[in-house]
């Protein structure tokens, strides 16, 4: 049987069953209208006859005359009712029956005609719905029935077999062009795979290289003491000093690092809320005048500006911002911290410095992970703050600007989202949970 013909068949047994159900619905909806016809008629004569004196609990019966001389059976029916000691009634149920009968011919035929419509309506619809499954299994049929060139799927092995992994230009390539979606969508996910693996071996090295100096400087002291210089008082507090220095930079690169890879690995903590970043500005610079540094800072935020995010996110990447302008900007100068709305309507918060100023071909290599661009921008730093801001301003849906001029100064911009009134039910778009 062909795929037409069985989808058909299986049309036509779904119909069928469906009038079935239709036509009992309407059998039942029939006996029903017939015995509230009787129920109404009867009703009718007895309260023509009785009136007033009408009442529910009245005798009833139905009788079936065989005596009568007459052919059909609805005549010989004869409906009697009484009042409880009373004269009995009596009612012929043929006349009405009889009346009736025209009227549900005229049931039963619109019935019918209902049902054929239906039946048939009902048959399309199934054959429609039934259509995509139909062509399923053509298509199906039509791949089972395909002939394979198995010489073509060969070569696709045996090119994937060949390619090195370690090759940074490693490519697929079958010389087949029915394969050439295959393979584009391969050597796109080779092509990710080799710049993640570049950009982790890079991480992997400078993380090495980081801590390697603090290390060997700790161990050089170390080694110092072990030698001579305990019994040196001049030498044991420099060493200790030393070391101390430089436990204190290697837990910091360490936190960062953490940091970093937490919020890669999506494990960090994220509490957004209505934060106003004037006040954030205002509590930053209280805190660094109490530090004592030797630097003016100068405020610019005349309004609240109200952004939705993780306060204690946006004020850490605020402290890195403030802290490059403090590291790279001579004593005495100005830093003028500002917070207000763009006219697209972002919620900005802004660190300018007068100091050195970055080279041009530096800036797009800012945010790099451990980037420097020359040993004047390393005083102590570990090259990860310029990435933590960026991935906590990326965290809230924004960005960040740099505009820089060398011996004028640099100005960052963290560009957020404004706060709208949406954002008290808003959910955070990636589960973060706290380690």
Not at 242 to 254: G, I, K, P
Not at 363 to 386: K, N, Q, V
Request: charged share 25%; hydrophobic share 40%; glycine share 6%.
């Amino acid at each position: 049987m062909s795929e037409s013909k069985r989808m058909k068949s299986i049309a036509r047994r779904v119909s069928t069953s469906f009038v079935l159900r239709l036509l009992f619905i309407m059998l039942l909806v029939n006996i029903v209208l017939i015995f509230s016809v009787l129920g109404w008629s009867a009703y009718s004569v007895e309260k023509a006859a009785l009136g007033s004196d009408w009442q529910p609990s009245l005798t009833r019966e139905l009788h079936f005359d065989r005596s009568l001389p007459v052919i059909t059976g609805f005549e010989r029916l004869t409906y009697s009712f009484s009042l409880p000691g009373g004269e009995t009634h009596r009612m012929p149920l043929g006349e009405t029956l009889f009346n009736f009968i025209p009227v549900l011919n005229v049931l039963l035929i619109a019935q019918v005609i209902i049902v054929v419509i239906e039946y048939r309506g009902f048959r399309r619809k199934t054959l429609l719905l039934l259509s995509p499954l139909q062509k399923i299994a053509q298509t199906a049929q039509a791949l089972s029935e395909t002939q394979f060139d198995e010489q073509k799927f060969h070569s696709l092995e045996d090119a994937i077999q060949n390619i090195s992994v370690l090759s940074p230009g490693a490519r697929l390539s079958t010389g087949h062009s029915e394969l050439m979606g295959l393979e584009n969508a391969v050597n796109n996910l080779i092509s990710r795979m080799h710049e993640a693996y570049r950009q982790q071996t890079r991480f992997v090295s400078d993380a090495s290289h980081e801590l390697r100096t603090p290390i060997a400087v700790i161990k050089g002291y170390a080694e110092l003491l072990n030698r001579w210089g305990k019994d040196d008082p001049k030498v044991m507090e420099e060493s200790v000093a030393a070391m101390l220095a430089e436990a204190d930079n290697m837990q910091r690169l360490v936190e960062q690092l953490l940091f970093l890879a937490r919020g890669d690995a999506g494990r960090t903590a994220f509490s957004p809320e209505k934060v106003d970043l004037r006040e954030l500005l205002l509590s930053a610079v209280d805190e660094y005048k109490l530090i004592g540094t030797k630097h003016t800072w100068r405020i610019r935020a005349e309004e609240p500006v109200f952004t939705f995010g993780d306060e204690a996110m946006l004020k850490q990447a605020l402290r890195i911002l403030a802290d490059n302008a403090i590291k790279y900007s001579p004593e005495g100068s100005i830093i003028t911290l500002r917070a207000h709305y763009t006219p697209q309507g972002m919620a900005t918060l802004s660190v300018q410095d007068n100091g050195t100023g970055i080279k041009a071909e530096d800036l797009p290599h800012l945010f790099e992970r451990f980037y420097r661009s020359d040993p004047a921008r390393s005083r102590g730093g570990t090259g990860l703050g310029l990435a933590i801001a960026k991935w906590i301003t990326e965290r809230h849906e924004g960005h960040i600007d740099v505009f820089s001029s060398l011996g004028l100064g640099t100005r960052f911009t963290i560009n957020l989202p404004a706060y709208k009134e949406e954002d008290k039910t808003a959910q955070p778009k990636a589960a973060m949970v706290a380690e």
